[in-house]
C-alpha cells in the first residue's frame, strides 16, 4: 500500500474536503489529482527500446511497452478522478463497473459491466475514490479479475482503516494507492473526517440540508439506482 504524500496532492485533498467547495471547484480539483495517484500507480509500467530520430541524432529511446493500460472507474464516483487520468494517459483504454451498495448489508451490488478485449494482458488499475467499507473496491477487484485481468492495482483518493484492511483481506496481490487513511468509519459506513460523498459532490446531484430518507415502500429500487 501506497501513501501518496506530496505536499501538492496534501493541499488539493484539504480544499476537495471543505465543505464550502464549490461543485466545479470539486470537479476541477478531483480533475488534478487523478493524475499525480495514476503517476505514483504507474511507476512499474514496462519499457522497451525503440529507434528514433532527434533534430541532431538517432537514438535508442524507451517506450511503453505491451498493451495498453486499462483504467476502471467504479461508477459513478470513479468517472471523477478518471477524467484527469486521461489527461496524463490518453491512450489508456477504460472500461466501467456499477456498483451500488445495498443499504441493509452495505454489499455491494453490481448492475453494469463492460471492459475492453484482452484483459489478461494490460495493466489494470480500478479506481473508487471513496474506501469505505472496502466491499464495492474489494467486488469490482474480483468481478475484473473473473474477466481475465492478472495485473490489478487499485486507486482510491480517501480510505477507512476498516476498507484497507477488508481489501487487503480479500485481494492480498493488489496494491493500493491512496492520498490518505482517515480515522475511522461512523454508523453509516461514511469515511470521517472524509469529505462527504463524492459522486454527490462531483455531479451535485445533492443540495444542502438535504436529509437522508429510510427507503418506503415503492422507492427501494430508485434509491438503489442513486447509490
Do not use: W
Not at 44 to 52: E, K, V
Not at 113 to 135: N, S, W
Not at 138 to 147: E, G
Not at 176 to 199: R, T
Amino acid at each position: 500500500m501506497t501513501v501518496v504524500d506530496h505536499p501538492l496532492i496534501q493541499h488539493k485533498l484539504t480544499l476537495i474536503r471543505e465543505a464550502s467547495t464549490s461543485t466545479s471547484q470539486f470537479r476541477q480539483l478531483m480533475r488534478e489529482v487523478g493524475p499525480i495517484l495514476l503517476y505514483e500507480a504507474t511507476r512499474d509500467l514496462p519499457l522497451t527500446q525503440r529507434r528514433i530520430r532527434t533534430p541532431v541524432a538517432t537514438v535508442q529511446a524507451p517506450v511503453l511497452a505491451g498493451k495498453k493500460l486499462c483504467l476502471v472507474p467504479v461508477l459513478r464516483a470513479g468517472l471523477g478522478l478518471v477524467d484527469g487520468m486521461l489527461a496524463f494517459a490518453p491512450n489508456a483504454r477504460v472500461g466501467h463497473i456499477g456498483l451500488y451498495r445495498d443499504p441493509q448489508t452495505l454489499e455491494a451490488v453490481e448492475y453494469y459491466f463492460k471492459m475492453p478485449a484482452a484483459l489478461e494482458r494490460r495493466p489494470v488499475i480500478v479506481v473508487d475514490p471513496m474506501l469505505a467499507t472496502g466491499h464495492s473496491a474489494a467486488a469490482a477487484l474480483t468481478r475484473v479479475k473473473q474477466a481475465g485481468a492478472r495485473n490489478v492495482k487499485l486507486i482510491c483518493l480517501l480510505a477507512a482503516p476498516e476498507g484497507v484492511a477488508h481489501v487487503r483481506n480479500e485481494h492480498r496481490d493488489v496494491d493500493i494507492y491512496l492520498a490518505s487513511i482517515d480515522e475511522k468509519l461512523n454508523g453509516h459506513a461514511y469515511i470521517v473526517p472524509g469529505l462527504g460523498d463524492a459522486g454527490d459532490r462531483f455531479f451535485g446531484t445533492k443540495k444542502a440540508g438535504n436529509r437522508t430518507r429510510k427507503p418506503g415502500k415503492g422507492t427501494a429500487a430508485r434509491n438503489r439506482l442513486r447509490r
